[in-house]
């Protein structure tokens, strides 16, 4: 299970960070990937993080905006994105995918999404 | 990058009946050494996250019904759903792992009753 943390409300220019909690399972066996969804739109890819050693891959449209870190004592991944946009409103998901050294994964389980609104 | 192009955007389909989505890479997804294609199915119903249905593009995964159905190899992938049940309304769509960064999905197909 991915527990997410709630929604957000942030102004243009502002950072946020999205927790995503994991139960019942070995975290550092396993990668998490971030996906967003724009209202009514489709899923994109924003990067992954190694549960085992930490590693990132981050989406070129990211990079340089968006920080993926795991805290191993809580069985917690963090995705930071920074100066958010009104475009970066969306409902972020996390996802696990079983490889814990590659970013090239299927994800067979998913949080419920946080949804961050960016809005002045 | 790897786009992923499904096909059609929307199906209505009769309850009972066969409904099949397509999705087309622009390069192959499959790896020659062990001969597996990186390609899987989601469906996602309103207000939920994706559910995992297929992976290396023919596994279904656990508990989904065997009515779901995934085919295809290289560049042309189809899941299919051989009699549809009023559950399956959602979209679906499909993700290549074949290479990354980044992750690619398709556009999604949105799937209704006829």
């Known amino acids: 299970l991915l527990e997410q943390s709630g929604a957000d409300v942030k102004r243009p220019g502002a950072s946020v960070k999205v927790s995503c909690r994991a139960t019942?399972?070995?975290?550092?066996?396993?990668?998490i990937s971030w996906v967003r969804q724009a209202p009514g739109q489709g899923l994109e890819w924003m990067g992954w993080?190694?549960?085992?050693?930490?590693?990132?891959e981050y989406a070129q449209k990211f990079q340089g905006r968006v920080t993926m870190t795991t805290d191993r004592a809580t069985n917690t991944a963090y995705m930071e994105l920074r100066s958010l946009r009104n475009d970066d409103t969306a409902l972020y998901f996390c996802?696990?995918?079983?490889?814990?050294?590659?970013?090239?994964?299927?994800?067979?389980?998913w949080g419920h999404g946080t949804l961050v609104t960016v809005s002045s | 990058d790897i786009v992923m192009t499904q096909s059609p955007d929307s199906l209505a389909v009769s309850l009972g009946e066969r409904a099949s989505i397509n999705c087309k890479s622009s390069?192959?997804?499959?790896?020659?050494?062990?001969?597996?294609?990186?390609l899987a199915w989601y469906q996602q119903k309103p207000g939920q996250p994706p559910k995992l249905l297929i992976y290396?593009?023919?596994t279904r995964e656990s508990g989904v019904p065997d009515r779901f159905s995934g085919s295809g190899s290289e560049t042309d992938f189809t899941l299919t759903i051989s009699s549809l049940q009023a559950e399956d309304v959602a979209v679906y769509y499909c993700?290549?792992?074949?290479?990354?960064?980044?992750?690619?999905f398709g556009q999604g197909t949105r799937l209704e009753i006829k």
């Open positions: 996802a696990r995918g079983p490889d814990p050294y590659s970013s090239s994964s299927y994800f067979d389980s």
């Open positions: 019942g399972f070995t975290f550092p066996s396993y990668g």
């Open positions: 993080i190694s549960g085992n050693s930490g590693n990132t």
């Open positions: 390069q192959s997804l499959l790896y020659t050494s062990n001969n597996k294609n990186y």
């Open positions: 290396w593009a023919s």
């Open positions: 993700q290549q792992y074949y290479s990354s960064p980044p992750i690619t």
